[in-house]
């Protein structure tokens, strides 16, 4: 049972970096123009839910979070239908963009370990 569960998760991770290689050419082809969009880069993908739905982790030049995640949230059904198109799966699976404030935290740990 044990040697299942490591292929159910290897396979999640795999489906998980795939989409989220594609979803990452699908913004560069399709939303190169729009300035929100054009700075988001995706840096992680994680897939839940027996492989319905992948969080996809990004981080934005952009300054105003919510805006770009707002705009995120409009093209997402419009994304996930490229992707459908892109995909040679059966089934594809759900997509939510969630900012990764990782770079962020760096940032400020480096800042208070240099003010001691």
């Known amino acids: 049972m044990m ?11 795999r489906v998980a970096s795939k989409v989220q290689t594609l979803v ?3 913004l560069r082809d399709d939303y190169s123009d729009d300035k929100l969009i054009s ?11 027996g492989l319905q739905f992948v969080r996809l982790f990004y981080y934005s030049r ?7 995640q707002k705009r995120l949230d409009e093209i997402t059904k419009t994304v996930r239908y490229e992707l459908a198109a892109r995909m040679d799966q059966k089934y594809v699976p759900d997509i939510r963009f969630e900012y990764d404030d990782t770079l962020d935290k760096a940032e400020r740990i480096d800042s208070l370990l240099n003010s001691l």
Do not use: T
Not at 3 to 13: G, H, I, L, V
Not at 39 to 49: Q, T, Y
Not at 62 to 68: L, S, Y
């Open 24 to 26: 990452a050419e699908i």
């Open 39 to 49: 700075g988001v880069s995706l840096v992680g993908a994680v897939a839940h839910g």
């Open 62 to 68: 952009h300054e105003d979070i919510p805006v770009v």
């Open 3 to 13: 040697k299942r569960k490591s292929n159910d998760s290897n396979r999640a991770q």
